[in-house]
C-alpha cells in the first residue's frame, strides 16, 4: 500500500470556493453572535469561541478526509484567522466601527439601583448579579455606585464613595 500524496496534499475543491465558504459561514456566525447571543456576565469572548470552534471543524474536515486534502481543510482556517485578524484590526483602527463590532457597555446598576430593562435585555437573573457584585466585595447593591456589563461578559462595579 502506498502513500497518496497528491489526493492528500493536492486541492479537491477550487481555493476560491473555500475561501468564500469560509467568509461566509464565519461572516454569517458572527453576526448571529453579535445580534442574537452578545454575551454572557463573565463569559470568555463570542469572537474567541467562535473562531476556536469553526478552526477546530475545518481543521477536523481537513484531517479526516471530508474534504479531499489537507491543503484545503489549510485555506478554509486560514480564511477563517484572517478574517478574525481583520475584524479585530478593523475594531482597533476604524472608532466608528468598534459600536457594531464591539457592543458597548451595558449599565446594570445606578446609585445602588438595578436597572432591570437592561438586566432583562442581557438575561442577567438578579441572582447572578449579586453573584457578581460579591466577586467584586460588594455586601449590598445600595453601595454600587455604577456596574456595567463589559464586552466581554465581566461586570465591572464603581462603589459609592
Not at 479585530?88 to 464591539?102: C, F, H, K, S, T
Not at 466577586?135 to 465591572?156: C, K, L
Request: hydrophobic residues 50%.
Amino acid at each position: 500500500m502506498s502513500l497518496d500524496w497528491s489526493g492528500m496534499f493536492g486541492l479537491s475543491v477550487p481555493p476560491l470556493e473555500l475561501i468564500i465558504r469560509g467568509s461566509a459561514m464565519y461572516l454569517f456566525l458572527f453576526l448571529l453572535f453579535r445580534v442574537v447571543i452578545r454575551r454572557r456576565v463573565g463569559a470568555v469572548g463570542v469572537a474567541d469561541i467562535l473562531v476556536l470552534v469553526i478552526i477546530a471543524d475545518a481543521a477536523q474536515n481537513g484531517m479526516s478526509g471530508e474534504y479531499k486534502s489537507v491543503t484545503d481543510g489549510a485555506i478554509l482556517v486560514g480564511t477563517i484567522v484572517a478574517w478574525d485578524y481583520l475584524i479585530d484590526w478593523l475594531n482597533y483602527r476604524v472608532p466608528a466601527l468598534r459600536g457594531w463590532l464591539e457592543p458597548p457597555p451595558l449599565l446594570l446598576i445606578r446609585d445602588g439601583r438595578m436597572l432591570h430593562r437592561n438586566l432583562r435585555q442581557e438575561f442577567v437573573t438578579v441572582d447572578e448579579l449579586k453573584a457578581k457584585l460579591r466577586e467584586n466585595g460588594v455586601a449590598d447593591i445600595a453601595e454600587v455606585r455604577e456596574a456595567r456589563m463589559e464586552t466581554d461578559g465581566q461586570v465591572s462595579v464603581l462603589k459609592k464613595d
